[in-house]
């Protein structure tokens, strides 16, 4: 009996591993390409003033990017909800660790981390 507690822990411990490993590498990789997703305006902003762009460079740039966006939306809408799917189950297994007062504290982060990344996609 105490073998196979071992052994679900084990499991457990090695899902909640590696959904940690996957949900930072997927939140690094989202994060880097964020300026470009979902603030345009803010990369429009860096690139004009550091590589001094014309008003005419400045709109051919922005419609670019806008482009850009849109393929990445594009991109990304077939694989999305897998990567839901994904977040989700690791949360679930992740809550299944935590005492009551740590769930709460899990979904505190959780809303803090959804809302940080809604104010990120309005600016």
């Given at each position: 009996?105490?073998?196979?507690?071992?052994?679900?822990?084990?499991?457990?411990?090695?899902?909640?591993?590696?959904?940690?490993?996957?949900?930072?590498?997927?939140?690094?990789?989202?994060?880097?390409?964020?300026?470009?997703?979902?603030?345009?305006?803010?990369?429009?902003?860096?690139?004009?003033?550091?590589?001094?762009?014309?008003?005419?460079?400045?709109?051919?740039?922005?419609?670019?990017?806008?482009?850009r966006s849109r393929q990445y939306?594009?991109?990304?809408?077939?694989?999305?909800?897998?990567?839901?799917?994904?977040?989700?189950?690791?949360?679930?297994?992740?809550?299944?660790?935590?005492?009551?007062?740590?769930?709460?504290?899990?979904?505190?982060?959780?809303?803090?981390?959804?809302?940080?990344?809604?104010?990120?996609?309005?600016?």
């Amino acid at each position: 009996m105490k073998d196979s507690r071992n052994l679900a822990l084990m499991f457990l411990l090695g899902a909640f591993v590696t959904g940690g490993v996957l949900g930072f590498t997927a939140n690094r990789y989202m994060s880097r390409d964020a300026a470009y997703l979902s603030g345009n305006e803010s990369l429009m902003r860096l690139m004009s003033q550091r590589l001094r762009l014309s008003g005419e460079q400045q709109h051919a740039v922005d419609s670019l990017l806008d482009e850009r966006s849109r393929q990445y939306r594009e991109a990304m809408a077939p694989i999305r909800p897998q990567l839901d799917s994904i977040k989700q189950a690791s949360r679930e297994q992740i809550r299944r660790v935590l005492s009551e007062e740590q769930r709460r504290e899990f979904e505190a982060l959780i809303a803090e981390f959804s809302d940080s990344t809604r104010q990120s996609k309005n600016e």
